[in-house]
Structures are given as structure tokens and as C-alpha cells.
């Protein structure tokens, strides 16, 4: 596609409900990155895949957060057990390369904010 | 751990004016400072980006400096425009070369 497509936009889910937010990269990028932001801060590193591979997870913040990418192209963030400090935009970014030089493409993000 | 703080966290000034946006970071030893605009609802856009061996960037009207040994960056607009208004972000990788590290922002009003 012609941008980084992020659904849902917002999301409202009860404390303790599961949640999954979806990220379609650009067509061929093969690195892809979630990063969480709260109100106000600057995005945090959450993940990092290298086509299906997950290299890198150590920003998920509880074993309640599990993100995938089983086919190289889409990627599904899933949070278990949803509790209020969860609430933050989630932001996907795309590339076509492997380092930061090489230029990210972010989403709109999907705000999700816990009840 | 690397932290990277912007300074102010908000700034509102008549359109027209130049401006400087600041950023530091505690650890010199990054591989790249990229500077980004954040408009509401929408996503991030990269503005520059400067390896750790350069020294400035320019785009149109927006230039931005790097002193890698004092742990700086400044984002200059020249003749602030109200389309300007956005949160201006600056963010650090280091030798993964994959991961951002990312400031808080600076909320930016131009008003016309």
C-alpha cells in the first residue's frame, strides 16, 4: 500500500479485556517496529521484526504484551488482560532497510485507552 | 541508559519569526539524531536526519545542527509559518541502528 496502515484508529477496552492491534507495513518493507506512546512523552521502543523474525522485544513491558509477524507483512500487537496504564497510542513504522538511516514510515497509530 | 531531553516542552510565537527547538542527550556515542514532526491524528514524519560524523542538515527552511561531543541538536525554522505548528521530536540510535530513543517533544503554535 501507499502508507503504513494502522486499525483499529481508537479502541476502548475494559480493564482486564484482551485487545489486538493490527499494523499493515508498506508492500516489501522488511524491517517493522511498534513503539508506545503516552500522553504527552515521546514514543518508547516496544519490538522489532526483520521480515517474520522477532529480533527484538525486549521494550515489551509484561508478558501480557505478544506481538507477531508469522508472514513477513502484517503484524498483530496483542495485550492480555488490559490494565489502565496500557492506555497510549500505539505506533507501528516500517522500512525498507535495516537501520535507522534507511528511513521510517510510521502509521496514525491506534489509541487505546483502558476503563 | 541514554536519555534525550527537548527543551522547551512548549513555545508559541508570531508567524514569521525564526526559532530554535532544543534537544540533548546524555550518551555522545550515537550512530545517528533524526529530527521528526508529529501532527495530531496523523503519524510521524522524519525532517532530517544527521550521522553522528555530521555536523548540520538543511531542508528548506528548517536547519539542523549536531554537536555530538556536547550532547546537543537544535532544530532552527526559519520564518515560522502557522502550517509550522506541530510537536517537534528529536530522536537518538545507537549501535543497534534500529531502535529510537526518543524525547517528549516541543509542542510548537505559530500564530498568524
Known amino acids: 500500500g501507499a502508507g503504513v496502515s494502522q486499525s483499529p484508529r481508537y479502541k476502548v477496552a475494559k480493564r482486564g479485556q484482551d485487545v489486538a492491534l493490527r499494523c499493515d507495513p508498506i508492500s516489501g518493507h522488511v524491517s517493522l517496529f511498534w513503539y508506545q506512546q503516552a500522553l504527552g512523552q515521546g514514543p518508547e521502543f516496544l519490538t522489532y521484526?526483520?521480515?517474520?523474525?522477532?529480533?527484538?522485544k525486549s521494550g515489551l513491558p509484561s508478558d501480557r504484551f505478544f506481538a507477531e509477524r508469522p508472514e513477513g507483512s502484517v503484524s498483530t500487537l496483542k495485550i492480555q488482560r488490559t490494565q489502565q496504564e496500557d492506555s497510549a497510542v500505539y505506533l507501528c513504522?516500517?522500512?525498507?532497510?535495516?537501520?535507522?538511516?534507511?528511513?521510517?514510515?510510521f502509521g496514525s497509530g491506534t489509541r487505546l485507552t483502558v476503563v | 541508559k541514554q536519555e534525550v531531553t527537548q527543551i522547551p516542552a512548549a513555545l508559541s510565537v508570531p508567524e514569521g519569526e525564526n526559532l530554535v527547538l532544543n534537544c540533548s542527550f546524555t550518551?555522545?556515542?550515537?550512530?545517528?539524531l533524526q529530527w521528526f514532526r508529529q501532527d495530531p491524528g496523523k503519524g510521524l514524519t522524519s525532517l532530517l536526519l544527521i550521522q553522528s560524523s555530521q555536523r548540520e542538515q538543511t531542508s528548506g527552511r528548517l536547519n539542523a545542527s549536531l554537536d555530538k561531543s556536547s550532547g546537543r541538536s537544535t532544530l532552527y525554522i526559519a520564518a515560522s509559518q502557522p502550517g509550522d505548528s506541530a510537536t517537534y521530536l528529536c530522536a537518538v540510535s545507537e549501535d543497534s541502528n534500529y531502535q529510537l530513543i526518543w524525547g517528549a517533544g516541543t509542542k510548537l503554535i505559530i500564530k498568524p
Open positions: 550518551d555522545s556515542a550515537i550512530y545517528n
Open positions: 513504522a516500517s522500512s525498507s532497510g535495516f537501520g535507522t538511516e534507511d528511513g521510517y514510515t
Open positions: 521484526f526483520q521480515n517474520e523474525a522477532q529480533l527484538d
